[in-house]
């Protein structure tokens, strides 16, 4: 990802001398996944939306960056693939399955504005495993089976068994920004401290 600050002709231009740079380490650009635009329209990086907005109640503008609309939808279809699976194995197990993807991917995308989309993806798990909990226990009614698998110290409704509790993803902390300038060593503004023995 390259970051120009001027008219889409100098990005372009750049775009030649980073091809040309690259060449002489035998890489080259991938036309498919190379592309200029404007900061305001977005762009997809590494799974996160980069794009300029106004800031909600404001006239002020802001680059943001959320898990973009593909990324959601590949951590749902895994979702939708684990909660498919059949019924005559322990839902411990499905959760076990549940809170490793749902917790690495909320960690990767812990550094965006993210608590909207981790409350999505929550409450998206939640009625993948009561469906899945619907088809295991086909007879049971939902008291049956709140009692059973859901219910939690405080009146919490939460999938759970053997222990294994269902993993929220809106329960890890986001932190949007991440300025370390400061603190990251470097030949140019690291200091040199000598000292000396005083006799």
Request: charged share 25%; glycine share 6%; proline share 4%.
């Amino acid at each position: 990802m390259v970051l120009v600050s001027g008219t889409e002709a100098q990005a372009e231009a750049l775009k030649v001398e980073v091809a040309a740079v690259l060449s002489t380490v035998g890489l080259r650009l991938s036309e498919e996944k190379t592309s200029v635009c404007n900061i305001s329209e977005g762009f997809d990086f590494l799974g996160f939306r980069i794009q300029r907005k106004r800031k909600r109640g404001t006239n002020r503008v802001y680059v943001y960056s959320w898990p973009s609309k593909k990324a959601l939808a590949s951590i749902m279809a895994k979702v939708k693939a684990i909660t498919r699976q059949g019924t005559d194995q322990p839902l411990s197990l499905v959760l076990r399955q549940l809170n490793s993807a749902l917790h690495g991917w909320a960690v990767y995308f812990r550094h965006g504005c993210s608590k909207q989309t981790f409350n999505y993806l929550n409450h998206y798990t939640w009625k993948r495993v009561w469906g899945w909990l619907r088809r295991k226990h086909r007879r049971a009614s939902w008291k049956a089976i709140r009692r059973r698998y859901l219910m939690l110290p405080g009146n919490r409704l939460v999938p759970h068994d053997a222990g294994i509790v269902l993993f929220n993803p809106a329960s890890v902390p986001v932190t949007r920004y991440r300025y370390r300038g400061t603190k990251i060593p470097n030949p140019w503004t690291q200091r040199t401290v000598t000292t000396r023995t005083i006799e």
